[in-house]
């Protein structure tokens, strides 16, 4: 039952959310107040404040990076996984811009860019796109090599290919690293806001604690962590939507010849 599910998910989250307020219900601690002080300064903020002009910004933000890093990151993980001349040749620079923080680069992107919401957006691309690329890297080499030799026997195109064969094999590989540019983009996404703009959560945090407005301050740190985990479990949604077939495999027995995970048959690109 779905709300057996729910309830399953839900209890400990709400049992730590009951004790942070039965606990810190007489706080006096000017730099921990009261956990229903923040919550209720999160709903003013939002009636009254430019909370959700804040959010709205960064939600856009996020989601134009992450859109354009999927793309990137994509279209060229299937090109340099399938290439091997091209894979080796690029190793070097992949391995090194996926060890060089991105962060490094805020104070840079704005002396250049200004403050703009295209510098943000730019960052957050640059962040994310790394996790993606080189997830789809691996995805396309895990490929069964079998069915390479069956598409190419097959003589598929290699548009077709690419889009009915290599591109269904590397969607697990794929989602995987979507989820991790996820987590990259909303904290680039705050970072660049702390950093250079006017509007925006990060901006919204940094002025609150500017001027010692500490339950605005946690208000704002709580709606990013929300913000946060409603973009993870959309994106699980869509990853159960997408990876319906790959979820759903019933589990091979322990004497049958192991077999990576494929796409849908060859069979049907043909018919």
């Not at 209890?11 to 919550?39: K, Q």
């Not at 995987?176 to 990259?184: F, H, N, S, T």
């Amino acid at each position: 039952m779905p709300w057996k599910s729910f309830l399953r998910q839900s209890w400990l989250p709400v049992l730590i959310l009951v004790l942070l307020l039965v606990f810190t219900a007489g706080s006096t601690d000017f730099y921990f107040p009261p956990v229903s002080t923040m919550l209720s300064t999160l709903w003013t903020e939002f009636v009254h404040g430019d909370l959700v002009a804040d959010l709205g910004f960064s939600l856009r933000n996020i989601l134009f990076g992450l859109a354009i890093a999927t793309v990137v990151g994509v279209a060229a993980g299937l090109v340099i996984g399938e290439v091997r001349v091209l894979r080796l040749a690029t190793a070097p620079l992949l391995d090194f811009a996926r060890a060089t923080p991105t962060v490094g680069f805020v104070p840079v992107i704005i002396l250049a860019l200004g403050i703009g919401t295209g510098p943000k957006v730019f960052l957050i691309f640059l962040g994310s796109v790394w996790p993606i690329l080189l997830n789809t890297v691996s995805g396309v080499q895990a490929i069964v090599p079998a069915v390479h030799e069956t598409a190419r026997s097959y003589r598929i195109p290699w548009f077709l290919r690419f889009r009915r064969v290599i591109l269904p094999g590397a969607v697990p590989q794929i989602v995987a690293g979507i989820r991790v540019a996820l987590q990259i983009a909303v904290i680039l996404m705050v970072v660049s806001e702390i950093y250079g703009s006017s509007v925006g959560l990060g901006n919204f945090i940094l002025q609150s604690a500017t001027n010692f407005e500490v339950a605005d301050t946690w208000a704002g740190t709580i709606l990013i962590g929300v913000l946060g985990y409603v973009l993870s479990v959309a994106l699980l949604i869509a990853e159960h939507f997408l990876l319906g077939w790959y979820h759903q495999r019933p589990p091979r027995r322990a004497a049958s010849r192991p077999v990576a995970a494929q796409p849908p048959e060859i069979e049907e690109v043909v018919a």
